[in-house]
Structures are given as structure tokens and as C-alpha cells.
């Protein structure tokens, strides 16, 4: 690895500080996931991220398990990317994804650039760079994908990030980043950080948030009703669905579920 290359201590103290706070709002997917791309393109210079989970990398038939992305221009280009994206994935071999895939094979969690796998005529030439990308005006791809320690089949957590067409390519410093975040990140997905096979907060009606808050928190159901503005039964009802939304028998097995996981207490989701 050349100098320019290599980490600084700066960039491990900015990824354990970024790990820690994913860490953080690690009980919904949807928010972690968002807060990891956002503050990866601001530290490395992007203009769009995504990020997620893709299952059977190995057979070539790559899938994705869910996704977040942000920093689009505009709902259009969102809607363009993502409506040749899928194009792409269902048609195994036009899209330089499966390029990447191959060397991902090889080593697990490489994070590579553009022009670590194209030279710049070679890309100008790809159905992704023609169709895909330059339409929207973005351009320079990073990808990094790790497979998920602990999982029986082939499972994995990836980001991808694009640059505005003629911004400067990620280089290999931004690569050792990525590439050492995923790292840390794969073996957290499924405990400290939810999965989005996983029952999410979200996922749950705005008053069953606020009273999942209050039980987390430590409220009897008498303290809940009297903070939420409410009556004992309407508690209790909110309650069995909150243990049925997270397959739990009891309060008991709600908050070791959740002290178990390592989830932190920010409860943005109950905003």
C-alpha cells in the first residue's frame, strides 16, 4: 500500500467515533444505515451513497436483503438510477457490480474504485458509465462489500458511493477507509446493529413508538399512561402489539432483547 494510501490516526479515531455512533442508533435500521452514508460523503467528498445487504454474491445471482441511499438532486434521478439499477441487477454480467463482485470473491471486504478496475476508456465503454450514470451526471463509483460473520448463507453488508461527473476519483486513502469501516462493521450487523430482516421501531404506529419508549425507559404501565395522555387498557393493548411486533412474551424479554443487542438509547425512531 503506498503512503498517500495508508490510514492516519485521524482516520482510525474518525471510524471508531463513526462506528460508535452507528452503534448508537443501531436499534433501526433505516437510521443507522442513513447516518453511516451521510457522514461518509461528507468525509470523503461524494454526492450519492447507498448501503446495504446483498445475498448470493457467490452464485452470481447477487440480491438485495434492503437498502438505504441518500444525497440525491432531485426524486427524477432517484427514480431514473434505481429504475436501470434493477435492470442491471436482473441481467447478471452487463453491470460492473459483478465486475467488482468477482474481486470480492477473491478478497473479501476489498474496497475498490473505478479505476482500480477500468481504465478510463475501458469505463467510458460500460453500459453502466452510458446508460446508467452519465445520464444523472454522476460518476467515479466506489464499491466495498464484507461478507456478515456467523450467517449460513452467503450473506453481506456493502456501500456504494458516486461522485458528481468531473469531481475528482476516490482515491486510495478514501478506499483504506471504507474498506477498514466495513470491516469493523460486518461483524456488528445482527447484534449492535439491526438488520433489515430484523422487526424494526419504525415499523410500529407512531403511539406504539412513544409507549416502546416509555417501557424501555423503565415506566409501569400506570406511569405510561399518565405521560402519554392515555388509559390503562390503551396501554395494554399498545403493549401486547409491541411484543408481538418484536416476537417477545413479556417486558422482561423486550429489555434483555434490547440490553442484549447492545442498542443504544437514543430512540429517534420515536420522534
Not at 434493477?86 to 467488482?100: A, E, R
Not at 453488508?157 to 460486518?186: H, M, N, P, S, Y
Amino acid at each position: 500500500m503506498s503512503k498517500s494510501s495508508r490510514l492516519r490516526a485521524g482516520d482510525a479515531l474518525a471510524i471508531h467515533h463513526l462506528i460508535g455512533e452507528c452503534r448508537e442508533l443501531g436499534d433501526d435500521v433505516t437510521t443507522w444505515h442513513q447516518h453511516l452514508i451521510e457522514q461518509l460523503i461528507k468525509r470523503l467528498g461524494g454526492t450519492v451513497g447507498l448501503s446495504g445487504e446483498q445475498i448470493d454474491i457467490h452464485s452470481g445471482r447477487m440480491r438485495f436483503l434492503g437498502q438505504h441511499d441518500w444525497g440525491w438532486e432531485s426524486d427524477s434521478s432517484r427514480a431514473y438510477f434505481f429504475d436501470v439499477f434493477s435492470q442491471f441487477v436482473d441481467t447478471p454480467g452487463l453491470s460492473t457490480l459483478t465486475t467488482y463482485s468477482r474481486k470480492m470473491i477473491e478478497h473479501d471486504g476489498i474496497c475498490l474504485s473505478r479505476s482500480t478496475l477500468f481504465s478510463e476508456r475501458e469505463w467510458k465503454a460500460t453500459q453502466d458509465y452510458e446508460a446508467f450514470l452519465r445520464p444523472i451526471a454522476l460518476d467515479n463509483p466506489l464499491w466495498c462489500m464484507r461478507s456478515i460473520p456467523g450467517v449460513k448463507g452467503d450473506e453481506s453488508i456493502g456501500v456504494t458511493l458516486l461522485k458528481t461527473r468531473g469531481d475528482r476519483e476516490f482515491d486510495g486513502r478514501d478506499r483504506a477507509f471504507v474498506q477498514e469501516l466495513v470491516t469493523v462493521l460486518a461483524p456488528l450487523a445482527g447484534g449492535p446493529l439491526a438488520r433489515f430482516s430484523e422487526p424494526s421501531p419504525r415499523d410500529l404506529a407512531p403511539r406504539a413508538r412513544q409507549v416502546l419508549r416509555c417501557l424501555l425507559e423503565g415506566d409501569s404501565d400506570k406511569q405510561i399512561a399518565r405521560r402519554l395522555h392515555m388509559s390503562i387498557y390503551t396501554v395494554n393493548q399498545y403493549t401486547k402489539a409491541i411484543y408481538q411486533h418484536f416476537r417477545v412474551h413479556g417486558r422482561n424479554e423486550l429489555m434483555a432483547r434490547w440490553i442484549r443487542r447492545g442498542w443504544g438509547s437514543s430512540f429517534s425512531w420515536a420522534d
